[in-house]
């Protein structure tokens, strides 16, 4: 009877342990398929939120690059204003008259630079030897102050030769870009468009955005941790809206993804996505082209 109540035990023992062990190796592998699964869900809508973030942003651009047009467009075909002795802005051109330009821009520049949109930080005005006659800068948190910088020339800027040729491409006789001047450190989203005068050229006008303002608006609007800029050809960061610890150089783009980042049109891709550490803190970054002017 002992004997058999043994035989029965180990039989029990060889029977259950088995699926005792069966069922673990079951439930293990299932929660990891589960984790894997939504870890994966997880890592998928995070994705997809920077690369929604990276649409609105340049969908932001594209808005802030209508603005300027329309800016540019009440500016360069504004008439004579008598109440203020102020001429056509094309008369006032023409004639090289840089008081009487000063009259007919001051309530352009003065409302544009108050304005949320439609906003204007910088105001450049040249003439047909590529000489800025109007220069003038809005002083941060200063609403009805501005810096006039001195005449000069501006020839040297890629746009100007162009504007004063009357050259165009695909996208017609007005340019857009990134603008940094000389030593200055501000940056800008620049418009620059012809001035006509009976059908003659006879300057340019450039309205501009400052790049810091800029982004931290569109870091707003996309909800995004961090917005940066970053130099094309090497992946430098120029701007940043978080300040880095260290400096913007923790920011830069890893040299073996630049490639892939410009080649992202052609592959039809939205974004590539890397981790990065800023001040100790790591964050998941989505590297998109930015588009100026229709163009990456």
Do not use: C
């Not at 939504?38 to 649409?55: D, G």
């Not at 941790?225 to 920011?251: F, K, R, W």
């Amino acid at each position: 009877m002992r004997l058999f109540r043994e035989l029965r035990s180990h039989l029990q023992y060889k029977i259950i342990l088995p699926f005792l062990l069966l069922t673990l190796v079951v439930a293990l592998a299932g929660s990891a398929v589960a984790f894997f699964f939504i870890t994966s869900n997880a890592q998928e809508r995070l994705n997809n939120q920077l690369a929604q973030a990276a649409r609105v942003v340049n969908d932001r651009l594209v808005q802030q690059e209508s603005e300027n047009l329309v800016s540019l467009r009440v500016i360069v075909f504004a008439q004579a204003n008598p109440q203020a002795n102020a001429p056509a802005v094309a008369d006032a051109l023409a004639a090289n008259d840089r008081a009487s330009l000063e009259r007919a821009l001051d309530p352009y520049f003065r409302i544009g630079s108050q304005r949320s949109s439609q906003r204007i930080d910088r105001m450049i005005v040249f003439n047909t030897s590529g000489r800025a006659l109007i220069d003038w800068e809005h002083l941060p948190n200063q609403p009805d102050a501005r810096t006039s910088h001195p005449e000069r020339s501006v020839q040297e800027l890629w746009f100007v030769p162009r504007i004063l040729a009357g050259q165009q491409d695909a996208r017609g006789d007005k340019y857009a870009g990134l603008l940094q001047l000389g030593d200055e450190s501000t940056r800008y989203l620049f418009t620059v468009a012809p001035v006509e005068q009976n059908g003659k050229i006879v300057g340019g006008i450039l309205v501009a955005t400052q790049l810091d303002t800029l982004l931290q608006d569109m870091r707003e609007q996309s909800q995004a941790a961090i917005l940066a800029l970053y130099q094309a050809e090497d992946g430098v960061a120029l701007e940043s809206t978080l300040p880095a610890t260290n400096g913007l150089a923790e920011m830069n783009i890893r040299r073996d993804l630049i490639d892939s980042i410009r080649g992202l049109e052609e592959n039809q891709q939205q974004a590539i996505f890397d981790v990065v550490s800023v001040n100790q803190r790591e964050y998941q970054f989505a590297y998109a082209p930015l588009r100026v002017r229709s163009g990456a």
